[in-house]
C-alpha cells in the first residue's frame, strides 16, 4: 500500500513542526503568551512581500483577502482594469461587477500570459484607471504572468493607479518586491507556500494604497480601517486564528535561518525536476509560460484526464488537481509547494508512470528514473 502523497497546487504537505503547533493547547488571542507570536509574524511578513507598509491577515482563504482587496480600495463608478485569465481572474472580474466598479477587461487565453502590449493599449484607451488587478500565477492554468514588467510600466505611466496582485501560488515561490516593482496591494493565502492549512488570508498594503482607503464602507469584518486601528496596539481587530498564527511564526523563523531566496530556489527546483520527469514522459506542459509553483500538463491523446485522476488516487494514494471548467479532464496539475522533498517528486512521478501505463500509456521507465536520480 503507498502511503498517501499530496501534490495538490494548494492545500499541501504540513511539516511534522506545524502539525505539532497545530495540536498544541489552545490559548487565548488576547493572552501575553500569544502576544510574542503575534508580534514576531506582524514584524516578518513584511519581509516576504519586501513591503514598505503593513501585512494584515484575515480568517479567511486567499479569497477573502482578495474580497478584502477590492472592498476597501475601489467603489462604485471606480474604472478599474481586471486581467482575466482563468478561475481566478474571473473571481476578481466578479468582485469588481459586484461592488459596481466601471470594468475593463482584459482577456488572456487560458494557458497564456498577459502581454505588455495588451496594458499598453488600456492605459492608452484609459489614461484615468483607479485601480489594476492581476493575478501573478493563475492557478488554474499554471501560467505565470510578468508582474515585475507590467506593475512598473504602470506606475511610470499612471503612478495614482493602484496595482493589486492576486499572489496566492507567487509568494515564496518566485521573486517578488512589492516595493521596487510599484504593487500597491498584493494577496496570499496560508495554504500554499506557507506550509500550513488553509484558513489565514493576508493583504499586503503599500504606503501609498494605505492613503487610498475607502472610508466608512457598508461591512464590518474586512474593514481594514478596524484592522490597523488595532494593529497600532499590536492586536488584531477580531479574534485571531491562534494554532496558524503560532504555526506561521515557525514558518517564518524557519524562512529567515534557511534564507528567502534558498527557500523559493528549493521550491523552483522541485518543479524543474518535475518538469524534467514529463518530459521523459512525453507529457506536454499546459502553459506557455509555467509558474514555479504548480505544474499543468495536458493529458495523453484520448485519455481522460478525469479518470487519471481519480485513478491514481484511488491505486497509487497520490493526489493531483484536474483541470477546471473547459479544461476538466483535459489537464492535469501538480503543486511544488510545501513540505516535499526531491524524494517525494520522484515518488509521484513514478506513481504517474505507472497510473498511465495502466491506460495503455507506455513509460521509458529507465529514461524515466535516470532523469528522476
Same mark, same amino acid.
Not at 493575478?135 to 515585475?148: F, M, R
Not at 511610470?156 to 521596487?180: P, Y
Not at 489565514?200 to 466608512?216: N, Q, T, V
Not at 528549493?266 to 509553483?293: D, G, S, T
Given at each position: 500500500? #503507498?502511503? #498517501? ?19 498544541? %493547547?489552545?490559548? *487565548? ?9 503575534? %508580534? ?5 511578513? !513584511? ?49 469588481? #461587477? ?67 496582485? &492576486? ?5 515564496? +515561490? ?9 504593487? &500597491? ?11 500550513? !492549512? +488553509? ?25 481594514? +480601517? ?16 491562534? !494554532? ?30 518535475? =518538469? ?49 471548467? *473547459? ?23 513514478? =506513481? ?8 495503455? #500509456? ?12
Amino acid at each position: 500500500m #503507498y502511503d #498517501y502523497l499530496l501534490m495538490a497546487p494548494g492545500p499541501v504537505p504540513l511539516s511534522p513542526e506545524v502539525k505539532h503547533i497545530l495540536a498544541e %493547547d489552545m490559548i *487565548h488571542h488576547r493572552s501575553p503568551l500569544f502576544q510574542a507570536a503575534l %508580534d514576531s509574524v506582524m514584524a516578518k511578513l !513584511p519581509n516576504v512581500f519586501a513591503c514598505d507598509g503593513k501585512v494584515l491577515f484575515f480568517t479567511s482563504t486567499g479569497t477573502g483577502a482578495m474580497e478584502a482587496c477590492m472592498l476597501n480600495f475601489v467603489g462604485p463608478g471606480d474604472k478599474v482594469a481586471v486581467v482575466n485569465s482563468g478561475k481566478f481572474g474571473e473571481r476578481w472580474l466578479q468582485m469588481a #461587477y459586484r461592488i459596481g466598479c466601471e470594468v475593463i477587461e482584459i482577456p488572456v487565453k487560458w494557458g497564456e500570459s498577459l502581454k505588455l502590449e495588451q496594458v499598453t493599449h488600456v492605459l492608452e484607451q484609459h489614461p484615468d484607471l483607479d485601480a489594476f488587478f492581476t493575478q501573478y500565477c493563475e492557478t488554474s492554468t499554471g501560467a505565470l504572468h510578468p508582474v515585475k514588467q507590467i506593475a512598473s510600466y504602470i506606475k511610470e505611466r499612471q503612478a495614482s493607479c493602484l496595482v493589486a496582485v &492576486d499572489a496566492i501560488t507567487a509568494v515564496l +515561490t518566485t521573486e517578488l518586491n512589492m516595493r521596487e516593482w510599484g504593487i &500597491d496591494l498584493c494577496v496570499a493565502g496560508s495554504q500554499k507556500a506557507f506550509m500550513l !492549512p +488553509t484558513g489565514l488570508g493576508f493583504l499586503a498594503i503599500s504606503e501609498h494604497a494605505e492613503e487610498r482607503i475607502k472610508k466608512d464602507r457598508p461591512f464590518l469584518y474586512f474593514d481594514i +480601517t478596524q484592522e490597523l486601528k488595532a494593529r497600532k496596539s499590536g492586536q488584531t481587530a477580531y479574534s485571531s486564528n491562534v !494554532p496558524l498564527i503560532r504555526a506561521l511564526d515557525m514558518v517564518l523563523e524557519k524562512i529567515e535561518q534557511d534564507g528567502l531566496q534558498n527557500f523559493i530556489s528549493n521550491v523552483q527546483a522541485r518543479a524543474e525536476l518535475c =518538469r524534467r520527469a514529463l518530459a521523459v514522459m512525453n507529457l506536454e506542459i499546459y502553459p506557455q509560460n509555467p509558474a514555479p509553483a504548480l505544474t499543468a500538463f495536458r493529458s495523453p491523446e484520448g485519455m481522460d484526464g478525469a479518470k487519471l485522476r481519480n485513478h491514481l488516487e484511488e491505486r497509487y494514494n497520490l493526489t493531483l488537481m484536474g483541470g477546471q471548467e *473547459h479544461l476538466k479532464g483535459k489537464i492535469l496539475r501538480i503543486g511544488h509547494m510545501g513540505h516535499l522533498s526531491h524524494a517525494n517528486i520522484s515518488d509521484a512521478m513514478i =506513481r504517474l508512470a505507472h497510473g498511465l501505463a495502466d491506460f495503455s #500509456y507506455e513509460v521509458d521507465m529507465q529514461k524515466l528514473e535516470k532523469a528522476l536520480s
